[in-house]
């Protein structure tokens, strides 16, 4: 298989490679209660959300559920610009840029990333993923969501609506083909579900209040349903390592190690067969969990992904943290 050809087979995979990362983009989560962010992320006013759903370890979330109202203990971040890098197989492939700030009872989230330099010559492609919803308590629950893809002028757009009981449907631009009955995701197994991009917040609002990353979150992103599985590099102790100057990322020092790994539950699994995201080898299937990174790269925040690295079929994909400020509200807006 050619350079050029395996290049746009990983980055149609991009999507699924920011749902699971941790994002790679998002990531910058356990800041906030219910953030907005952007890859550019320009987003009008969020929390981010470090929080699991309700206190307890090793569950997975249901985001409907009928709580009782309590108090967020979700912490609140000033406007923050995350910029992170992305290397598959040592070629630097992927920029992406996120922005949150926090809004009271509610979030937004904008992510924009891209291809770099000479390859984004021959592969102009730009994606977008945008998430709306609300905080209750220590949980994110979801409004809407939208992600566009774009490969140089060719639009993909996938909507997703949350009804108030947590089930979540699918629009797609251009429409859809019919779906076989064996990749379909069922009602049940949508209702409770998240968007790619709440997940994430999801999982971070966990580890920033329950300090660690043992947590399992249903995901819903318009064609399948899985789950992100988070946990400790060593189960249930805390496990640093350290980032040398070596490393290209901006941070420098201890960082805490967590892992992330994917589930499939259900959906299009013709995709799965032919896609290289859910692969560890040409003939072996099931994805392998990224290893992440988290800490704190400043007094005033909880501790974010600094660096993420899993192995593929396109070789080692690395994602540094390559760039962060505080910013203006007005620059969110």
Known sequence: MGILTTTRLWLCDWRRCVAFVWVVLLVSAPLAGAYSSDLVVRSGGAVLV???HGAQKNRSLSAHSS?????????QLKPIRLAYEVYVGGTHLIGADIRFSATKGGYTSRIEGR?????HRFFPWNTTLEA???IRGDELVPIGFESRDVWGHKLKVTRLKFAPDGEARAEFEPPAGVVPASEEV?????????????ALLQMLAHLAVEHDCNIEVPVFDGKRRFDVMGADASGAEKVEEDIDAGDYGVFKGKARVCQAGFRMVSGQWTDRQKSGFWK????????????????????GLPELPVRLESNSIWGRIVIHLTGWNYEPQTQLN
Do not use: C
């Open 67 to 75: 709580a009782k109202k309590a108090v967020s203990r979700i912490p």
């Open 132 to 134: 709306v919803g609300r």
């Open 50 to 52: 470090p929080v699991a």
């Open 280 to 299: 560890k080898s040409d003939t072996q299937q099931g994805r392998e969990p990224f290893r992440v990174w988290l800490a704190s790269i400043d007094p």
């Open 186 to 198: 069922t009602l049940d197994q949508r209702r409770g579900a998240l968007d790619p991009v709440t």
């Open 115 to 119: 291809t770099l330099g000479i390859w």
